[in-house]
């Protein structure tokens, strides 16, 4: 900060000064309170408050990208400005009501399912960014809003008072964020919650550095590891794994603890989505966009989840048998879950109730909007034979698909799966029903039913799927070679297309 109250924050040239008129539209006011760059500011003379914030020229582009998203945890992008000279100025939001960062300085720390509801919230809207070609970059405890007056909790654009915000260990001082960085944010903010502390900067290098860094539960030590990793070559550099691990965790665990102290129980902290219920800094005013549409690049937190509040009875609701929670590992990396994140109810919106946890698991391995009510699953976890678990999901999807109109994303790629509806059993299969029996085949002798094992496998472990979807393909020849269609009730080898439907079904878990 100068002396005239002029402000240069680590990462941009820009200098503000109170009163500047930007672009003869946002007039620059007094510096944010606690914050070490970024000024309060109005649309206009008597406008609504915005923050303005200098960037780098590399993080402005990014930012710019995010002009026009919502999200509703998440604080809008009004404008990024070129002054010129170097000089770029971020134009954002501005959000009144008590932060994270306050709230743990009362609390210490939250509950573990308060925490990854918040850490969901936040993972969710930084994918949104993510989506566009957005980067946040500005992630800290002081950055996430918990009771803004009339929204649910908010991640803003506010730079850190004192620090930098959680970044990964090889970003330099004054370039720009990245993916990687905002991921990083994701889970070091949760490690925040979790142990009243921001994660150690440098990283850690195995589960029991977590646990006397005060992460207590063991999964969430799991979990965690592989995106604060200390080793750059091993660390999960985008959300998406530690999103699907969170969210079964979640699935498995909310409802076991209270909200904490001061929480609204539909607007938990800060800010995300594949089974089951469960401020910015104080400025001069704020920002009362219109009510928040989901982003519009449509990522569907709770579509297919049960609701927290509305699916109460749901919440309660468990499958026989089936016991969904994180895998044992013996690494750092966990395995993905079935869980996807866009299922996962921690939203302030309701979502549909798909009326059990097997079930929402099962639509967040489908493309968004596959089924309207509820599909038949109680036979998924006991079918081991993948010719009838291929024809029960099948008609799963045709059966709860919404009525009228055109067929559903998963009608589609499913009337062109063909020899590959088998592959898309034992995903969903391999990831809802981790206890369950192995998938089996009679009389067959080229390896299909472990080829298929190992394409489940390799699916909701986020590893390469070329090679055993290859090996799976090998097993479809060497059958028909020696006879078998009938068994297969296919006399055709598979068409142009098949595996293509089958990559197109599980892309979006990748």
Not at 104 to 113: N, R, S
Not at 181 to 206: C, E, I, N, Q
Not at 412 to 441: H, N, Q
Not at 444 to 473: F, H, N, Q
């Amino acid at each position: 900060m100068t002396e005239d109250g002029k402000s240069s924050p680590p990462g941009g040239t820009a200098q503000l000064s109170s009163g500047q008129n930007l672009a003869s539209r946002w007039v620059v006011g007094s510096p944010l309170p606690g914050s070490s760059g970024g000024f309060q500011g109005r649309d206009g003379e008597g406008g609504p408050s915005v923050v303005l914030i200098p960037v780098s020229a590399e993080h402005a582009e990014k930012l710019a990208r995010a002009k026009g998203v919502e999200h509703q945890h998440l604080a809008r992008v009004l404008d990024v400005l070129d002054l010129g000279n170097d000089q770029h100025v971020a134009v954002a939001a501005s959000v009144s009501g008590q932060t994270l960062e306050e709230r743990l300085t009362t609390l210490g720390k939250k509950p573990a399912v308060d925490a990854v509801r918040s850490a969901l919230r936040v993972a969710d809207a930084l994918a949104a960014l993510h989506e566009v070609g957005a980067v946040h970059g500005f992630v800290h405890a002081g950055s996430v809003v918990l009771d803004p007056p009339g929204e649910p909790p908010l991640l803003t654009f506010v730079p850190p008072g004192d620090g930098e915000p959680l970044h990964a260990p090889e970003r330099k001082p004054g370039t720009a964020p990245s993916v990687a960085d905002d991921a990083w944010a994701a889970a070091g903010l949760l490690h925040w919650m979790l142990s009243g502390s921001p994660p150690k900067a440098s990283g850690y290098t195995a589960v029991e550095e977590l646990e006397a860094a005060g992460i207590a539960e063991e999964a969430l030590r799991v979990i965690l590891l592989p995106t604060l990793t200390a080793d750059p070559t091993a660390r999960q550099t985008n959300l998406k794994p530690l999103r699907r691990a969170l969210a079964r965790w979640f699935v498995e665990h909310a409802g076991e603890e209270p909200i904490a102290p001061g929480h609204h129980s539909n607007a938990p902290p800060p800010l995300p989505a594949s089974l089951r219920p469960a401020s910015v800094r104080p400025g001069a005013g704020t920002v009362r966009p219109p009510p928040r549409k989901r982003r519009i690049v449509g990522f569907t937190v709770g579509a297919v989840a049960f609701g927290l509040i509305a699916g109460g009875v749901a919440s309660l609701m468990r499958p026989k048998k089936v016991t969904l929670v994180p895998r044992p590992v013996e690494t750092a990396a966990p395995s993905a879950s079935a869980v996807e994140v866009n299922d996962v109810a921690v939203m302030a919106a309701t979502p549909t109730n798909l009326g059990s946890k097997l079930a929402a698991c099962m639509a967040g391995y489908m493309p968004k909007g596959t089924f309207a009510t509820a599909p038949d699953v109680e036979w998924l976890c006991t079918e081991t034979d993948p010719r009838a678990g291929a024809d029960k999901l099948r008609v799963a999807v045709v059966k709860a698909a919404p009525k009228g109109g055109s067929p559903s994303d998963a009608m589609k790629i499913f009337s062109r799966i063909g020899w590959y509806d088998m592959t898309a059993f034992a995903v969903v299969r391999a990831g809802c029903c981790p206890e369950a029996p192995p998938i089996t085949l009679p009389d067959t002798k080229c390896g299909m039913d472990s080829a298929l094992r190992d394409v489940g496998d390799a699916v909701i472990s986020t590893r390469g799927v070329a090679e055993p979807l290859k090996k799976y393909t090998d097993s479809i020849h060497c059958e028909l070679n020696r006879g078998s269609s009938k068994m297969f009730r296919r006399t055709e080898r598979p068409v142009g297309g098949e595996d293509t439907a089958f990559l197109e079904l599980v892309k979006h878990l990748e």
